[in-house]
């Protein structure tokens, strides 16, 4: 409900005007009609002699108002003989003028004096000016600029329905000093802006306040999400967390060179990056496998160790654990990187003790040597294999040739067809030159007259003889002899049998060939693991590293809130809208 506020007349009343008396003040009336307040009563007791000892010293309100007063009692300036001396000034006196003084400093509108007035009246409080009527009101415990007060009186006197009170119809002797100090009200214009000032300047102080009160809600936000967690965080780092010392081992994976161009082998080892980036990728896999972990643990007792009492609780391993929560520890405790641009495999092993991670280091790679051998020991053993076949093949059919043409050696008891055919066929070339001979001499015989029959017979016995011999030898060729057999047959199986040693003997070069060539392939897809960095013991703890560590604790606490805070804000404006 909107109040409606009466307007009071603030003229000063006529000096020269007769006062009016009017029936009794209304003040009187509203002062019994209310129940006064304990503080209020007692402060109303006060005698008013007192308060007027000290009118001498009132504001020049007072004053004023006494210059239109009529003090002429026809007696002149002679004084009453009964007339008594004024009281002197007590401590009560005293004080109460200092208080009005200040209060005057205080710079009090005219509106609010008047208020003040007006609330001294209604409370019955003996005030003589308008600052003895503020002094009152906060000597009894009341705030005269109280904004509910002010509305209350105004409702009041609307309710009561009581006219504007004009000080000029009330008798001098019953109505309160006004001020004297002049009002000046500014312009609309200038009110209004001042009003819109106002209104700015309460919108910006209220601004800061919820700024001030966002600020300090944020901080104690992060206070509680992010500086206790990074400070629990710390003191875990710094004070709980157990010592761990890592030895840092690098290596690579090689293999022989290639033949040359000429089919020759240097003997010499390469490391390609790109050659053994796929046997550098597998041993990598194999020693953060499961496998790497229970052999690490037979041998050298892994889950034994991170499940000593000095270890810390939230590293510590229960001495029952379970395989998945020995391997989750393992991977972060053995850390192995490949680097494919230089072929280097790193690892590093983070154990409580310095000589134990040297020796786990050096357990690991003879892991890996045993892997690698294991990569290519089959292929290796394949190619072996087949060159071997053929060459023990090669071989076993060679001595078989070879045994069948010692056979038929022995069958026919020769030596070589070729050497008989040979002898043979010298012999029939003898045989046919002397033939040749002996029918030259008979034909030079029978061309005499009268040829000599003793010359002429030998010779035709000769000749029969040589012609006789030469069809033998010839038909030793051909014809087969007792056993069925002919020279030109024995010729032609032994030097089938010949030919098929020969054909063997070839086969086994190029079986053995073969071999050769096997066995240098084998040897280039052999691995080496070749060590770069051998694990030292260190002599400090590597880890943990708390500040690093504490820092990025905060850092990820911040993320999470600032995520969180973000995702709510971004839903309650979809709520809201």
């Known amino acids: 409900m909107k109040l409606k506020v009466k307007r009071f007349n603030t003229r000063r ?14 003040v009187a009336t509203q002062a019994s009609a209310r129940p006064v307040p304990a503080a209020i009563a007692q402060t109303s007791t006060a005698p008013r002699q007192r308060i007027a000892a000290g009118a001498g010293q009132a504001p020049a309100q007072v004053q004023a108002e006494q210059l239109f007063e009529v003090a002429e009692d026809g007696f002149g300036s002679e004084p009453f003989p009964t007339a008594r001396a004024p009281a002197p000034a007590t401590p009560e006196d005293v004080a109460a003028n200092s208080d009005i003084d200040a209060i005057r400093r205080e710079g009090l509108t005219g509106r609010q004096l008047r208020m003040a007035r007006r609330m001294a009246q209604k409370y019955g409080l003996p005030a003589t000016s308008d600052f003895d009527a503020v002094r009152l009101l906060r000597a009894a415990g009341i705030d005269p600029f109280q904004r509910g007060a002010m509305i209350e009186v105004l409702a009041e006197d609307e309710e009561e329905g009581a006219a504007p009170r004009n000080t000029a119809l009330v008798p001098a002797q019953q109505r309160l000093p006004e001020t004297i100090k002049p009002m000046k009200l500014p312009a609309p214009d200038q009110r209004a802006e001042m009003n819109h000032a106002a209104e700015i300047r ?19 936000r992060l206070l509680f ?22 030895s840092k081992t690098e290596f690579i994976i090689q293999t022989a060179m ?3 161009a000429t089919g020759t082998s240097m003997g010499g080892l390469q490391s390609n990056p790109m050659l053994n980036m796929q046997d550098s990728i597998a041993i990598q896999g194999y020693l953060q496998s499961r496998d790497a972990m229970l052999r690490l643990d037979r041998d050298l007792g892994f889950r034994k160790v991170f499940s000593a009492e000095s270890i810390d609780p939230l590293q510590r391993l229960e001495p029952d654990a379970t395989d998945e929560a020995t391997y989750s520890l393992y991977q972060k405790m053995i850390r192995i990187s490949y680097d494919p641009t230089e072929g280097i495999i790193r690892l590093e092993v983070i154990t409580p003790d310095a000589d134990l991670s040297v020796r786990m280091s050096q357990q690991l790679i003879g ?6 051998d294991k990569l290519t020991q089959r292929l290796r053993e394949e190619g072996m294999k087949g060159a071997r076949e053929n060459y023990q093949d090669a071989e076993r059919a060679l001595l078989e040739a070879r045994q069948r043409a010692v056979d038929l050696q022995e069958r026919f008891k020769v030596l070589s067809s070729d050497v008989e055919v040979s002898l043979i066929t010298s012999q029939i ?24 029959q003793a010359r002429l017979d030998p010779l035709k016995r000769r000749i029969a003889t040589l012609e006789n011999e030469i069809s033998l030898l010839r038909a030793k060729l051909v014809e087969n002899d007792s056993e069925g057999q002919s020279l030109a047959r024995m010729k032609s199986e032994m030097t089938i049998a010949d030919a098929d040693a020969e054909t063997r003997q070839v086969m086994l070069s190029k079986a053995l060939e073969t071999m050769e060539l096997a066995r240098i392939e084998a040897n280039r897809q052999a691995r080496y693991v070749s060590i770069s960095v051998s694990p030292v013991a260190p002599d400090v703890a590597t880890y943990p590293r708390a500040f690093e560590n504490t820092l990025v604790a905060l850092i990820i606490f911040a993320g999470i809130y600032l995520l969180i805070s973000m995702t709510a804000a971004i839903l309650r404006e979809q709520v809201s809208a």
């Not at 919108?203 to 104690?220: G, I, P």
């Not at 999400?225 to 629990?232: A, D, E, K, Q, T």
């Not at 892991?367 to 690698?372: G, L, R």
Request: positive net charge.
């Open 258 to 260: 290639p033949p040359t």
């Open 13 to 26: 009343p006529d000096p020269v005007a007769e006062p009016v008396v009017t029936a009794a003040p209304r």
């Open 367 to 372: 892991y890996a040597e045993e892997q690698v």
């Open 225 to 246: 999400f992010v500086g206790l967690p990074g400070l629990l965080a710390g003191i875990y780092y710094y004070t709980i967390a157990t010592p761990l010392y890592a």
């Open 429 to 452: 070339s003898t045989l046919e030159g002397q033939l040749t001979q002996d029918r030259l001499s008979i034909a030079q015989i029978e061309s005499n007259k009268n040829p000599n």
């Open 202 to 220: 309460k919108m910006q102080e209220d601004l800061a306040r919820r700024r001030k009160r966002r600020s300090f809600l944020l901080m104690l």
